[in-house]
C-alpha cells in the first residue's frame, strides 16, 4: 500500500462518552517517544500495535496522540472543537503530504462516533489508522 499521491482524512467526533483521539494532557505530549526519523522509517524502540479491543475516551487520546508523534511525516492530529461534554473532537490526517492540502489531489474522508454509544465505527477508525500506517512501516 503506498499513500504517496493520496490523502485520507480520519474524523473522529466525540459526543457522549467516548470517541476518537484526544490531545489530553499528561497522557502522552508530557512523555517523550523513543523514536528517531529517516525519511522513510520512524525507528521506534517499542512495536506499533494497538489491542483488540474496546477504548474508552483516555486510551483512544493516548493511541491516536503516541500515532501523532510517532509518525509525523505521515499524520498530523488537530482539533475542529469540542464536544457538549468538553471532549476534543479530532482529525486525523494521513498521508505522504499530511500538512499541505493540495488542490486537485483526491481527499476521503471517514468518520465514526457521531453518537457516543457507537463504539464499532471507533474501534474500525482505530484499526484502520493502525493498518495504514503500519502497511508503509
Known amino acids: 500500500m503506498s499513500l504517496a499521491g ?3 482524512l480520519l474524523i473522529a467526533i ?4 467516548c470517541i476518537v483521539a484526544a490531545i ?11 523514536k528517531h526519523y529517516t525519511a522513510h522509517h520512524a525507528q521506534l524502540d ?7 479491543k474496546y477504548h474508552n475516551y483516555e486510551q483512544m487520546a493516548e493511541f491516536l496522540k ?3 508523534l510517532r509518525f509525523q511525516n505521515l499524520t498530523y492530529l488537530y482539533s475542529i ?14 498521508s505522504s503530504s ?22 464499532v465505527g471507533r474501534e474500525l477508525m482505530l484499526h484502520f489508522i493502525h493498518v495504514s ?3 508503509v512501516y
Not at 489530553?24 to 505530549?29: E, I, K, T, Y
Not at 472543537?81 to 473532537?89: A, C, D
Open 14 to 17: 466525540a459526543v457522549e462518552c
Open 98 to 119: 499530511p500538512y499541505d492540502h493540495m488542490v486537485g489531489k483526491p481527499d476521503v474522508k471517514y468518520v465514526a462516533n457521531i453518537h457516543g454509544d457507537e463504539a
Open 66 to 68: 503516541t500515532t501523532s
Open 6 to 8: 493520496s490523502t485520507i
Open 81 to 94: 472543537g469540542q464536544s457538549v461534554e468538553g471532549r476534543e473532537l479530532w482529525v486525523m490526517v494521513i
Open 24 to 34: 489530553v494532557p499528561g497522557l502522552v505530549a508530557d512523555r517523550e517517544l523513543p
Open 133 to 135: 500506517i503500519a502497511c
Open 46 to 52: 517499542e512495536p506499533y500495535t494497538i489491542d483488540f
